[in-house]
């Protein structure tokens, strides 16, 4: 079968494989005489090396390395994220009703309520660089946080008490805000500076959009979610820094 693609990322036939490995032992051997007649070519070793990796099937483990860590431009235009955010992105959008502890008999009835945060500077600038992070609370008490560029925390049902009931606040207090919001089909990323608020109704779909920095004033309405956020947020960082030192 005919493949496309890099020599070393592409798919290896067994012959492909014996053949590379042929090859690393002959460029072995004339970096070996090298080395004896006091002539050394490092150019025989490096073919060597990466001959006999590919022989012994590094290729596949850097093709799948390379399809597990490339970026997807796809569905948000611009902006680039990685595969397993796009998956998990998919999954919270189609969480119905039922799973999430609420009656489908009940009309505008929020039961989860999703935010991205495009990040800015440390000053609270815009950047030029589309990173975002996506929380979400479910009326169950399940939340999550994930990057666009990689990482995050999953709190199911059992998980702290403390985020369960975080979770479930922001649920509650997005009911009174559902005027505020306007029906929508599409789940985009907000750019440096913005913030996109999305609830999960029974009837459908709910947008807010404003400034990353209007939200943070206590006057602002969704304050209140954004403040509770913030305190998951930690504790998603803290799980995080614990993770990476075991």
Request: charged share 20%.
């Amino acid at each position: 079968m005919k493949t496309k693609g890099a020599l070393f990322t592409g798919q290896a036939t067994p012959s492909m494989r014996l053949f590379a490995l042929v090859l690393g032992l002959l460029a072995s051997g004339f970096f070996v005489r090298g080395l004896t007649s006091g002539t050394i070519e490092f150019i025989w070793i490096i073919l060597a090396v990466a001959l006999v990796g590919y022989g012994f099937g590094a290729g596949e483990f850097l093709k799948r390395l390379q399809e597990r860590t490339k970026i997807v431009p796809g569905k948000h235009g611009k902006f680039k994220v990685l595969p397993e955010y796009q998956k998990w992105r998919d999954y919270i959008f189609g969480v119905t009703e039922e799973p999430a502890g609420v009656s489908s008999g009940q009309p505008d009835q929020v039961y989860g309520v999703i935010v991205d945060v495009g990040l800015v500077d440390d000053n609270g600038n815009p950047v030029d660089t589309n990173h975002v992070i996506t929380q979400t609370a479910f009326a169950t008490g399940e939340s999550s946080l994930k990057t666009s560029f990689g990482g995050g925390v999953i709190f199911g049902i059992g998980g702290p008490e403390d985020v369960s009931e975080l979770a479930k606040q922001i649920v509650r207090l997005a009911q009174p805000l559902l005027n505020t919001t306007k029906p929508i089909n599409t789940h985009d990323l907000p750019e440096s500076g913005k913030i996109y608020f999305y609830f999960l109704t029974t009837s459908g779909v709910r947008f807010y959009g404003c400034r990353f920095n209007e939200v943070y004033s206590q006057q602002h309405p969704f304050s209140e979610i954004m403040s509770r956020f913030g305190t998951i947020k930690n504790q998603a960082d803290g799980a995080m820094n614990r993770f990476s030192k075991e």
